[in-house]
Each structure stands twice: as C-alpha cells, then as structure tokens.
C-alpha cells in the first residue's frame, strides 16, 4: 500500500498502489501539465481541460496512476497554504478518502460536514483549504483577499454553518 504525504494538510492517505508526487511550484500550469502529458505518453486531453477553466492557479493531476500536484508563485504564506491544501485535498477525494478530511474536521475543529453530501470537487477542496488554515490560526479573510470565487464563498458558508456549538458548562469553584 502506497501513502500520500500530504504536507499541508499534515495528512497520509492510502492510494493503493498509486504513487504521490508533490512537483512544487511551476512557471506555467499549462506548460508543466504538457510536460506531464508527454513524459506519460498521454494526450493533451487534460491541458484543453485546463484551458477551458481560464484562469488556473493550481492543479491536481491524475495520470497513469501517478497524482502530480503543483502550483504557481509566488503568493503569500496565506495564499500559498491555501492553494496547496486544495490541491491536496483532490487527492483523498479522488481515491475516496476524504472521509479523513471529515474525521479531522469535526475532531479537531468542531466542524461537523458531511462530506457525502457534497457532490462538487471543488468546494470539497476548498474545505481543505479552510482546515489547512484554521489549523494554522490563520484568518480567513485574508485568504479570501486573493482568488475569491464562487467556490470559495460556498465553502465558507458550509464551514460556517458546520460548526458544532459548543456545550456551555457552568462550573462552581
Ligand atoms: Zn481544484
């Protein structure tokens, strides 16, 4: 059994006999996607895809069994923390994982989202990205400065409502 190390998100996820590449920062999210079509002998099938999104600042990429995460610079720590725990999280969601994500939520944060329910990958990967943050008592709003979209937004308000109120306990010393 192979493990994805998924650093942001302090993570290691089963991926069958799937291997895990973090490729790190790349020029151009195209050109790296090319250069990855080609190394694997596949077609440019996934470069129109990306083409067809406009404007890409990351991306996961399943290829021959091979999950290749990368991204561009150069952000913030915020914004870098943000982007790269999206990819990540592609890669549990992609291999039925992301149950993990859910389990880690709710224990650590309160958060309590099922993950069943949501059926749009990325907003999943975008609750990836406010867990990576939250973790990092890093506030939100300032990740939301850069690549506010619709996505986001969803995700923010899943997260918010998520949250397990806590029980009041009342104590006499
Ligand atoms: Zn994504």
């Not at 990368?70 to 549990?92: C, D, G, M, Q, S």
């Not at 992301?98 to 650590?108: M, T, V």
Request: proline letters at 3%; aromatic letters at 12%; a neutral charge.
């Amino acid at each position: 059994m192979n493990y994805a190390s998924l650093e942001i998100l302090r993570m290691d996820v089963p991926i069958g006999t799937n291997q895990y590449h973090d490729d790190g920062f790349v020029e151009s999210i195209m050109e790296h996607s090319k250069e990855l079509s080609k190394f694997y002998g596949y077609s440019n099938e996934y470069c129109d895809k990306i083409l067809s999104r406009g404007n890409i600042i990351g991306a996961h990429y399943l290829v021959a069994g091979h999950h290749h995460i990368f991204y561009l610079k150069p952000f913030t720590n915020t914004e870098t923390i943000r982007i790269r725990a999206h990819e990540e999280t592609h890669v549990p969601d992609s291999v039925g994982k992301i149950g993990i994500l859910e389990e880690r939520l709710f224990e650590e944060q309160g958060v309590k989202i099922n993950f069943l329910e949501i059926e749009e990958k990325e907003i999943k990967a975008e609750l990836g990205a406010l867990y990576a943050l939250r973790s990092r008592n890093i506030p939100i709003w300032r990740a939301s400065l850069f690549h506010d979209n619709r996505d986001w937004s969803v995700a923010k308000k899943i997260y918010k409502q998520s949250k397990v109120p806590r029980k009041m306990i009342f104590s006499w010393l």
